[in-house]
């Protein structure tokens, strides 16, 4: 176990965060976790790993973490939210890190991938998030929000061909061709957490600190193939749905292309498809 001296002194305070970074580790969100377990991390931890050999994306998925190229952190938090609201605390970090991408790569149209991903509005994915909670009751308690984005990949993987970054995708733009991918990194991540601080404080019935529609509006305003003939993926089949915005807990209300009745879609059972267009 790490002496509660070394705990400390490595981190450095990033807008009311204890950021702790590393060179290379499996994956931030399970050493996080870890640390979590024996008692060591409040909330307000971040771990940050310029590389992991392990990262982990959602449903079992692996995530590609090069050394250098992308944002790979994870920020541990206690948001004392009813378990209901488990979608609004997704989007609500979602809108946190779209909200980043905007102030520090403002040359991209970035929006959210319902459930939680950010996309460039041609389709192609920039970054993840997976959030893993721990509930008492029917209290979410404490959160592990691993965030993933890419930002110097210079050409999109070939073997990923939906996947992006921040710099491959500033093509044109005077402001892009300026930054380097580690000011461009450093920004990013100083930006991340000024949005995220707004999260920090636990939900409070009494503050009204969390207005859900008003979330779900600002999620609506970002949403990915809004009004356009998306494809989803559903039990291996493909089908074709037009988003018209999220339903109240947290499905996608779509309609198929020829009008008919309106529906909710739920992850994971339907997948939006990613492709560079529909
Ligand atoms: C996804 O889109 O599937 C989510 C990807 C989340 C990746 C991040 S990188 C930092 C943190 N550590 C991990 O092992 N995974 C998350």
Redesign the pocket.
């Known amino acids: 176990m790490m002496s509660d001296f070394r705990f400390h002194i490595n981190a450095v305070p990033i807008h009311g965060f204890h950021c702790h970074r590393f060179e290379t ?6 050493l ?1 976790k870890e640390w979590v377990s024996q008692g060591l991390a409040a909330p307000g931890t971040v ?1 940050l ?1 310029e590389g ?1 050999t ?6 079992g ?1 692996h ?1 590609a ?1 090069l050394q250098g190229k ?5 920020v541990y938090f206690q948001p004392y939210l009813p378990v209901d609201w488990a979608f609004a605390w997704n989007m609500n970090l979602a809108l946190a890190v779209c909200k980043a991408l905007d102030t520090v790569a403002p040359w991209g149209a970035w929006q959210i991938k319902w459930p ?2 950010w996309v460039i509005s041609t389709g192609r ?1 920039v ?4 959030v893993e909670n721990q509930l008492k009751g029917s209290i979410i308690t404490d959160s592990w929000v ?4 890419n930002v110097d990949q210079d050409a999109v993987d070939a073997r990923l061909p939906f996947a992006t970054s921040l710099l491959a995708e500033g093509h044109g733009s005077p402001q892009a061709m300026r930054i380097s991918g580690v000011a461009l990194l450093d920004n990013l991540l100083e930006a991340l957490l000024a949005e995220l601080e707004r999260l920090r404080e636990p939900y409070s019935p009494d503050k009204g600190n969390w207005n859900i529609p008003q979330i779900m509006d600002e999620v609506d305003r970002r949403l990915y193939g809004l009004g356009q003939n998306v494809p989803f993926v559903c039990e291996e089949r493909m089908e074709y749905w037009v988003p018209l915005g999220l339903s109240h807990d947290g499905g996608l209300r779509v309609r198929s292309e020829s009008g008919g009745q309106i529906q909710a879609l739920y992850h994971p059972h339907h997948r939006m498809f990613y492709g560079p267009q529909f």
């Open positions: 580790l499996s994956s931030t969100q399970d996080l771990v790993a992991q392990q990262g982990r994306g959602r449903m998925q995530w973490s992308g944002l790979w952190i994870s939680n991903d994915k970054g993840g998030m997976l691993g965030i993933g984005i």
